[in-house]
């Protein structure tokens, strides 16, 4: 099911703007009609882990114009099959759309598949998907997570190699973890049309915020002499990032993959990544390696590839950095909080309540002044509450 090809419609677009500014006429915002589409594609997510637990996700993909996002695709019988041995490992769902193995040891012998029915189809034929069977690749360590101050801010590298010269084709990803702060030390809380003292297990200031790798990290040693990987960037920290403020760590993942995997992966980054300019390459498709067994034709999207991961995990402190000036995350909030002085006629405690009463702001501190007194000082709730961007549990892991 090739893709149409745009090249030709863009360019003429372009022409007619540039007509159009000749002429010095207005130009209206262009919106093309997308053509909603009345059955969604399956996506298969993950890959069999050959030395651990597996996780796949089921989803379907959803029009551009939706808001509510991937449909999962729910209670549907999931397993790793082996080739020719009659091996068969269950995955059971522990979310809607996402299945979990048990923790398992594969034979690097054998190849293997993932196999499954969906739910509205389980016992039907037409519901019948699978991988093609793939060898076990297998990732050598990480050799190192390191970094440099580069004149742009900071880089992370990954490195790695394998003396054998079997893995060739590398991919990874990412989780981070920083601590940040809000834009305000509250002390206080109001509740119950009351204000009282914060206690130290309400606290709200100090958080951690974790999220996964944004974009796609893949590289290649074919070409080189060596199958050694030797400072692949994998994440850039601007000058005094938000990241870096007090401290930073990130758990990397390493997989290995075979050529055909890596083209996949390579044409995924280019539709997703690098698609925006008439310079830009084309659109091309990336079905993968997942087929509806009784009707090949059906477009199933995603690649599940069979090997093991390594992982390393880095901290990085902000008193091994510069001295840079770094930015919040708060700069919307101002440096300070706003006062809330008692106002002539009206009591206090009402004040306070048209203040404090809907929740939208926190108190911060009290404060006093000859012309007012003891009074408050206020922030917005989403400057305040730094559990609206992360969490104040501290993680596992944290040095």
Same mark, same amino acid.
């Given at each position: 099911m090739p893709l149409p090809d745009f090249r030709l419609s863009?360019?003429?677009?372009?022409?007619?703007?540039?007509?159009?500014?000749?002429?010095? %006429?207005?130009? #209206?915002?262009?919106?093309?009609?997308?053509? $909603?589409?009345?059955t969604k594609a399956l996506v298969v997510d993950g890959f069999i882990n050959s030395n651990g637990r597996t996780t796949i996700r089921?989803?379907?993909?959803?029009?551009?114009?939706?808001?509510? %996002?991937?449909?999962?695709?729910?209670?549907a019988q999931v397993f790793i099959q082996g080739q020719g041995n009659g091996e068969e490992y269950l995955l059971r769902e522990v979310k809607g759309g996402t299945y979990v193995s048990d923790s398992l040891v594969l034979n690097p012998a054998?190849?293997?598949?993932?196999?499954?029915?969906?739910? #509205?189809?389980?016992?039907?034929?037409?519901?019948?998907?699978a991988s093609t069977y793939a060898p076990v690749k297998t990732s050598p360590p990480?050799?190192?997570?390191?970094?440099? $101050?580069?004149?742009?801010?900071?880089?992370?590298?990954?490195?790695?190699?394998?003396?054998?010269?079997?893995?060739?084709?590398?991919?990874?990803?990412?989780?981070?973890?920083?601590?940040?702060?809000s834009a305000g030390l509250s002390y206080f809380v109001y509740e119950n049309h009351r204000m009282r003292r914060r206690?130290?297990?309400?606290?709200?200031?100090?958080?951690?915020?974790?999220?996964?790798?944004?974009?796609?990290?893949l590289t290649s040693t074919k070409r080189l002499a060596q199958d050694q990987v030797k400072e692949f960037p994998l994440i850039e920290f601007v000058e005094g990032d938000t990241r870096l403020r007090y401290k930073y760590s990130v758990l990397v993942r390493q997989y290995t993959m075979s050529a055909e995997e890596y083209q996949y992966w390579e044409t995924l980054k280019k539709n997703t990544e690098t698609i925006g300019s008439l310079f830009d390459p084309l659109p091309s498709q990336s079905l993968g390696n997942i087929r509806n067994l009784n009707k090949p034709t059906e477009p199933v999207l995603g690649?599940? %590839?069979? %090997?093991s991961m390594t992982q390393k995990r880095i901290f990085i402190s902000y008193d091994e950095l510069p001295r840079w000036q770094f930015t919040t995350g708060y700069e919307s909030c101002g440096s300070l909080p706003e006062d809330v002085p008692p106002q002539e006629g009206t009591p206090y405690f009402a004040v306070l309540e048209e203040m404090f009463g809907n929740g939208k702001n926190i108190p911060i501190s009290q404060n006093f002044t000859e012309e007012f007194g003891l009074f408050f000082t206020s922030y917005p709730v989403e400057c305040a509450d730094c559990t609206l961007r992360g969490t104040t549990t501290r993680p596992s892991f944290w040095q």
């Open positions: 863009l360019l003429s677009l372009s022409g007619i703007l540039l007509l159009g500014l000749s002429l010095g %006429g207005c130009i #209206d915002p262009f919106e093309p009609e997308v053509k $909603v589409q009345d089921l989803s379907h993909t959803y029009d551009l114009e939706s808001t509510a %996002g991937p449909l999962t695709e729910d209670k054998v190849q293997y598949r993932l196999f499954f029915r969906t739910r #509205d189809t389980r016992q039907q034929p037409m519901g019948q998907y990480i050799d190192a997570l390191t970094w440099k $101050v580069v004149p742009r801010g900071l880089e992370l590298y990954a490195n790695t190699h394998d003396e054998t010269g079997q893995s060739v084709y590398y991919r990874w990803d990412y989780t981070e973890t920083w601590e940040f702060t206690r130290p297990d309400e606290d709200i200031y100090h958080c951690w915020q974790t999220v996964n790798s944004p974009s796609i990290r690649y599940v %590839g069979v %090997g």
